[in-house]
């Protein structure tokens, strides 16, 4: 485990910024803020909303107990516990953490991140970027006249059609890239450290492929085609207006006739 120890409670904010905990250790008791306060604050947060809190104190009264079971956390360890067992709890915890969060994180249907989660990936990306001087790439793609996929062939062939763009938008992606579903068959994707220009040639590709692929369904085979808008933040600076000029370059795209990708215009 990577361990991150802080101990001004003042500075937990600041400290969030670069590291991104998967549970937090806090002491109940320390000068100038009460652990419970702590808890709360962390709770306002909603990127941690779901992440494990869990106290070490020497207090064990039922009474502590439901205080801290109140404010939202989830665990009291005593203080004496051994430090063997106390990692052991600490394990079990981050695993039920891990599943909390992937399930409250992810799209139901292809396991790409939801429009909430992907829209803070976006965010972090554009803000780490920025920090280290690099560009951050925002993709928006749409499938080209879904609801005739719908209305032809059942919602059944829709969803087989969309879990099937996800997983090539899996294929094509490096691991430090971002994929989530923005809303019904629209995706958007996140590329720290990127030019425009190569984004524009991955996207061009993976529609060239799509436009090949054949969906089977029942007896029929279905063939879709997607359109894509690509902004980057060296021309915008903010999240907000980097996606707004994705989705204006996307609907240029499909003014433009659709199967096809155009670049944020500044």
Excluded: W
């Excluded at 003042?10 to 549970?23: C, G, K, R, T, Y």
């Excluded at 000068?31 to 070490?56: C, H, Q, T, W």
């Amino acid at each position: 485990m990577e361990v991150n120890i802080l101990n001004e409670p003042s500075q937990i904010l600041e400290a969030l910024v670069d590291f991104e905990p998967d549970i937090f250790l806090l002491d109940l008791y320390m000068p100038k803020v009460n652990g419970l306060e702590l808890a709360k604050i962390i709770r306002l947060l909603d990127k941690y909303d779901s992440i494990p809190i869990v106290f070490l104190t020497s207090e064990n009264s039922m009474q502590t107990k439901l205080q801290v079971l109140e404010c939202g956390c989830d665990d009291v360890l005593s203080k004496n516990i051994a430090p063997d067992i106390l990692v052991k709890q600490i394990v079990s915890r981050l695993k039920r953490g891990k599943t909390i969060k992937y399930l409250h994180s992810r799209d139901s249907l292809t396991g790409l991140l939801n429009h909430g989660q992907i829209m803070e990936a976006a965010n972090n990306a554009l803000q780490q970027g920025e920090r280290r001087g690099s560009s951050t790439v925002i993709a928006m793609i749409d499938l080209d006249h879904f609801k005739l996929v719908n209305d032809r062939y059942g919602h059944a062939a829709g969803d087989k059609v969309i879990i099937g763009l996800a997983q090539l938008l899996l294929q094509h992606m490096r691991q430090t890239d971002y994929i989530g579903r923005y809303g019904g068959e629209e995706f958007l994707i996140v590329f720290p450290d990127a030019s425009i220009d190569a984004i524009e040639r991955k996207i061009n590709r993976i529609r060239d492929i799509l436009s090949t692929l054949q969906f089977k369904h029942g007896d029929s085979n279905i063939c879709v085609t997607l359109s894509g808008g690509i902004a980057s933040s060296d021309n915008f600076d903010s999240m907000a207006s980097i996606s707004a000029a994705a989705d204006k370059a996307l609907y240029s795209a499909k003014e433009k006739g659709r199967n096809n990708i155009q670049l944020a215009k500044i």
